[in-house]
């Protein structure tokens, strides 16, 4: 089983700037796409940027230089940072990962329980 756990959310003003961070931890055999899903209330979960183990980043367009995806491969953690956060950023941030158990299991995606992040107005 693969567990994450994401720290780092809160209340910030707009314009200011929090960082996430994720930990997978657990028994697996291989890591390949780590990333942050956001889901505003009422909305649907979307990603917000996502890092492949080789280092290719990928950022939805409402956070492309704002927002810095970064990982650690040797530690199986990934990080965001969040820079001239919005009102529209409000939403609970989920990591994921993409997992193999065993060299002989599919890939699949795990996810966090999810960090809140409100930015006032």
């Known amino acids: 089983q693969v567990q994450l756990v994401e720290s780092g959310g809160g209340l910030v003003q707009a314009g200011g700037s929090l960082r996430l961070s994720c930990a997978a931890s657990g028994r697996f055999f291989s890591i390949n796409d780590m990333g942050w899903y956001r889901q505003a209330p009422g909305k649907q979960r979307e990603l917000v940027a996502q890092?492949?183990?080789?280092?290719?980043?990928n950022y939805a367009g409402s956070v492309k230089g704002r927002f810095t995806i970064s990982r650690d491969n040797a530690k199986n953690t990934v990080t965001l940072q969040m820079n001239s956060l919005k009102p529209e950023d409000t939403a609970v941030y989920y990591c994921?990962?993409?997992?193999?158990?065993?060299?002989?299991?599919?890939?699949?995606?795990?996810w966090g329980r999810g960090t809140q992040v409100t930015v006032s107005s």
């Open positions: 994921t990962t993409t997992v193999r158990l065993t060299a002989l299991t599919s890939w699949v995606v795990e």
């Open positions: 890092s492949t183990s080789g280092g290719t980043t």
